[in-house]
């Protein structure tokens, strides 16, 4: 047989970017996430426990975040990303409401102010996580509408409102937040893998079942918060 032997050709192979393909798992996994813990909370009740709540206290965490490696799953990787961004905006919220003029009454501006010191310190052991698991924090819910999280538009219209709409405004906006991180939670502890991680997902719930205990008496915070 005559003419050149053949040339082995190696496949062209394209290289994505790291960051751009792994947002985008963590995103799958969000959709995931969201998808199922929405229906674990119809099923099971936006928030509600069958358990009497413990009175709020100013940290649901048990201690300093861990110092240790962790191992995080992509589920534990995308409820960390989730909820890191809900509390700050829920924090936002309280700042814009401690700013007003006519602030709120004594009893809501207490929650409030609980609610500030167990966020606060959530974020802390969220963020601690992340580290001693090695991985990155990301925003990439910047701009999205996902359920429970306190978003500009939201804190826009707050801004706008007169002084006397913005205690049941702001109450019901933080009954939502409360209520769709106890869904979270329940599907963090269901799939999750960090057993550190999903110890602090059952603080927090328990936390936020007391939270939400706390902000019935208030106006605007009761029945059942609206799903997106």
Known sequence: MSGDAPVDQQPTTTRRPAFGGRAGRIVGVVATLVLTTVAVGLSQGWGRTDQTPSPPTASPSAGPAPTASVVLNSTDDAFIQLLIPMNEGALALIDHVDSRSAGP????????????AAHQAELRDLRGLLAAGNVPEQNIHEGHQMPGMVTDAS???????????VPSRAAALV??????????????QTAGGSPELKALAGRIQQARAAE????DGQPGATGTPPVD
Request: some cysteine.
């Open 105 to 116: 009454d004594p009893s809501l501006r207490a929650v409030l102010n609980d609610l500030r």
């Open 155 to 165: 804190l826009a219209e707050l801004r706008a409102a007169p002084d006397t709409e």
């Open 175 to 188: 009954r939502a937040h409360l209520a769709q991180t106890v869904v979270l939670c329940r599907g963090e």
């Open 212 to 215: 939400l205990s706390a902000l």
